[in-house]
């Protein structure tokens, strides 16, 4: 029985050790003596003398029991587990110690560890990388995730085309930007973030960047090529203690977008089995940072198109001071829109809008609007017709798209349209399902113009209504677009509130105005985009408005004329042949074709207006008189002779008028 315990004892793959009561090495297998590298005459001797680690001897000797204490003896892991062997006062006294070699079973714990790690750090790389569509924002997202848990430190660079959307130049070694530097950043000897630089041809950075795998430098401290760029930099590196690097192109879509370098100091040096961790990473924000480019590219297309779009510098007019703001939303573009436009008879038209939808469409929609409202107020329409032919107008074009199978209309438009005469001081309004304008009084107090709660365009033949209201001089008239108002976390009607109180605290001056309403209205970031018109209104001179009634006699029209060329000679206004002829055209058409009362008005700006009322509405036209006829000549020559020229029609009649310009 004894000899079969033993060949079991021996044979087991477990150490086994049996220590008595004094201390000594009673029994060992043969596995323990391997384990523990003990003498062939081990046994019988006590455990201090068989050359085995002072803490080894302490647990196998200790009174208590221990299970799996792992001890390093000898280059190796073992678990050990003791146990003693009096129960109660039964049996001998001493324990027995197990053996177990766990040092494989540790690295492989070891590794199963850190490709956990690379999974959970892949994991969050899909999740934390690329949560907004901005470039600089990714880069820096990448280099956030992998320091520490990947690198002591990280650079991004991104070639200065991917920065502006653009794609880059295959095969052209164009200089790169540092977008983002995360980790040792203080003591960071390299280019900081923003900054430009170079690689050169031999450096081992640009050959990641132009060829298809990543570079390993395992030491630093052997290799020369990594210190190309910065010799200088690269030797304070090494006195920092950064001892590997790992470069690695950011590709997507088989194009290289710039290059992330991974330095490690404190970790272990990079090894061949970082290498495809870092590309996966790099493969993941290089797809991020492309579609922020995409986006970037169209966002500034769309950017571009709308100010194009928009006035550039507000035309030349005397009724009012403006200033004007756009601001495009972070998330693209919108149709919101603003014009200031010269009138006949020194008017000027105000009007703000909004296109449903946003980005390149409505950017185009708005532009057609835009110049929709340009050509109705050319005709010198009224605010209610104006709004009336664009309805139309809308109908038209959102019919022929779903004819063409098209799914984007302009039904929903918005805007408000104002024409303020500053030789009357009163200002008619028309809106179509749009915010109301503000108007800040001298006297410091805010209101907003009760404009007719009309409909969009597009979505009804409701007749448009207007509001006229007399509007002191020195006033500031405020439209906007509901951007500047309405937000995420505020409604309509308190950002009104705000814009009523912001107002009620700014400058007179409208650029003043502009700024301080958008600083205090519109956050950064803004998932809307808003337009602002501020226009300080501005009173005629009475002394430069002459005005006489025409007796319905064609006598009377010498007379008038005399006395409206004595007029000019008291401004000082000398226009030669041309005034006259104007004037005696028009006079003598009002009495030969019109209705009385005949009115003749001139008006004196930075040009020279003649305007002839009467109480007809027949319409004048010019015409190509016959070589021998002996009339119809008579609005061919007022249109040779002036600048601009043309009719208005007015509640009474109309109004026949010439522009001159007053420069030498």
């Not at 892949?122 to 999740?127: E, I, K, N, V």
């Not at 030797?235 to 920092?240: N, S």
């Amino acid at each position: 029985m004894y000899e079969h315990h033993d060949a079991v004892l021996h044979a087991a793959r477990e150490g086994v050790l049996v220590i008595g009561a004094d201390g000594r090495l009673s029994l060992v297998n043969d596995e323990a003596r391997r384990l523990l590298r003990l003498p062939a005459d081990a046994e019988h001797r006590p455990l201090r003398d068989l050359g085995l680690p002072d803490s080894m001897v302490r647990l196998l000797a200790s009174d208590r029991g221990v299970d799996d204490a792992v001890q390093p003896v000898g280059g190796r892991l073992l678990a050990v587990s003791v146990r003693r062997t009096s129960r109660g006062g039964h049996g001998p006294a001493g324990g027995v110690a197990t053996l177990r070699d766990t040092t494989e079973l540790r690295a492989l714990a070891g590794r199963a560890e850190v490709a956990h790690e690379r999974l959970e750090l892949l994991y969050r790389a899909s999740a934390e990388i690329g949560s907004t569509l901005d470039v600089v924002r990714t880069a820096e997202e990448l280099a956030d995730l992998v320091v520490p848990r990947f690198a002591d430190v990280a650079t991004v660079d991104l070639f200065d085309a991917v920065l502006r959307g653009e794609e880059p130049a295959p095969g052209v070694a164009s200089p790169v930007r540092r977008v983002a530097v995360r980790g040792a950043v203080e003591a960071w000897p390299f280019h900081k973030a923003g900054t430009s630089l170079s690689y050169g041809p031999v450096a081992q950075q640009r050959r990641a960047m132009d060829g298809e795998d990543a570079v390993l430098v395992s030491d630093l401290a052997q290799s020369q090529d990594w210190r190309v760029p910065d010799p200088e930099g690269a030797q304070h590196v090494l006195r920092l203690g950064f001892h590997s690097l790992l470069a690695v192109p950011l590709r997507a879509r088989g194009v290289v977008l710039g290059l992330v370098v991974f330095w490690r100091s404190g970790q272990p040096p990079f090894h061949p089995d970082d290498v495809s961790p870092a590309e996966e990473l790099a493969a993941r924000a290089a797809v991020c940072i492309d579609n922020a480019r995409r986006y970037t590219r169209e966002h500034a297309t769309a950017v571009s198109l709308q100010r194009s779009l928009l006035p550039r510098d507000l035309p030349r007019q005397d009724a009012v001071e403006a200033a004007h703001r756009y601001l495009p939303a972070q998330s693209g573009v919108g149709g919101d829109w603003f014009d200031v436009i010269p009138l006949s008879g020194a008017r000027v038209a105000l009007v703000v809008g909004d296109v449903v939808g946003h980005g390149l469409r409505a950017a185009a929609t708005m532009g057609r609007l835009r110049t929709a409202v340009l050509t109705f107020s050319a005709l010198d329409l009224t605010p209610e017709d104006l709004l009336l032919s664009l309805d139309q107008l809308v109908t038209r074009v959102d019919a022929a798209h779903q004819t063409g199978g098209e799914d984007h209309t302009i039904t929903g438009a918005i805007l408000v349209y104002a024409v303020y005469d500053p030789t009357s001081g009163r200002c008619a309004f028309a809106g179509a399902g749009h915010p109301p304008p503000a108007l800040a009084l001298p006297d410091g107090s805010v209101e907003f113009v009760d404009v007719p709660a009309n409909l969009p365009l597009g979505l009804g033949s409701v007749p448009f209504q207007t509001t006229d209201i007399s509007i002191p001089p020195g006033s500031r008239l405020v439209l906007y677009t509901d951007g500047l108002v309405e937000s995420r976390g505020r409604t309509i009607d308190a950002g009104m509130d705000l814009l009523r109180t912001v107002l009620t605290d700014t400058e007179p001056d409208c650029e003043s105005t502009c700024r301080t309403v958008i600083e205090a209205m519109v956050s950064t970031g803004s998932h809307d985009d808003a337009a602002l018109l501020v226009a300080r209104t501005r009173s005629f001179p009475a002394e430069d408005i002459a005005q006489w009634d025409v007796p319905a006699d064609f006598e009377a029209v010498g007379a008038v004329r005399t006395q409206c060329m004595r007029q000019l000679e008291t401004w000082g206004v000398d226009t030669g042949f041309a005034t006259e002829l104007i004037l005696s055209e028009l006079i003598t058409n009002a009495v030969r074709y019109g209705a009385p009362p005949v009115t003749v008005r001139l008006l004196r700006h930075h040009v020279l207006i003649c305007e002839v009322y009467d109480a007809s509405s027949t319409a004048p036209r010019v015409v190509q008189a016959a070589e021998f006829d002996e009339g119809g000549r008579g609005l061919f020559l007022v249109a040779q002779l002036a600048e601009r020229w043309g009719v208005r029609y007015t509640p009474e009649g109309k109004v026949i008028w010439a522009e001159q310009s007053l420069a030498p």
